[in-house]
């Protein structure tokens, strides 16, 4: 049960950082910058939680929905960006405000970026690696901040409500049911 309560509050977190999108100005580049970068890290952990400890929901979810294979190459864009930012390459690299200087960061658009060297990786590393590329150069360039993290956060939710549900089923047992299984 603890790990679902862990799940839950890494979806408020999420979802906070993700809202602020639309809340933060951009003519604050400095916290426009932060708030993208914060909410990279949020969806992208949910993402490796539910992949990782719940791949079940996630499939399920996944599978169900229509635009699947959108969601999970916009999901694999996004770590993409989480790996570049752990590398050191700047997120200011990555988005742009879009023609017209929007007012809310969520209306800025992601650029399009060139293939990384990755030399440094195993041929399995490389091939992830690239593979991150393309599913950020489908889903991610030219599309805005606020969509992109949208349909992210969206899927990530209705897959740990599928948790939430399961989990729910079982705490409704009796505790003496509970420890047979």
């Known amino acids: 049960m603890a ?3 862990a799940l839950a509050w890494s979806i408020i977190g999420m979802a ?3 809202d602020r999108l639309s809340k933060v100005a951009a003519s604050d580049r400095p916290r426009a910058f932060a708030v993208v970068s914060e909410a990279v890290w949020w969806v992208t952990i949910v993402d490796s939680t539910l ?3 719940h791949p079940e929901a996630y499939d399920f979810v996944l599978s169900s929905i229509c635009g699947g294979t959108r969601v999970d190459e916009t999901l694999g864009g996004l770590r993409f960006v989480r790996n570049q930012i752990a590398r050191g390459i700047d997120n200011v690299d990555f988005i742009e405000p879009a023609g017209g200087q929007p007012d809310r960061v969520a209306d800025w ?6 293939e990384p060297a990755g030399t440094l990786l195993s041929p399995q590393g490389r091939a992830w690696e690239i593979a991150r590329y393309r599913a950020y150069q489908r889903r991610l360039a030219g599309q805005t901040v606020g969509q992109t993290f949208g349909d992210a956060a969206g899927f990530l939710k209705v897959a740990a409500d599928r948790v939430g549900t399961t989990a729910d089923s079982v705490s409704d047992q ?3 049911a509970r420890r047979e299984q």
């Open 16 to 18: 906070d950082a993700t």
């Open 3 to 5: 790990g679902v309560n």
């Open 174 to 176: 009796p505790q003496a």
């Open 51 to 53: 992949v990782r400890y």
């Open 109 to 114: 658009t992601w650029s399009p970026q060139p």
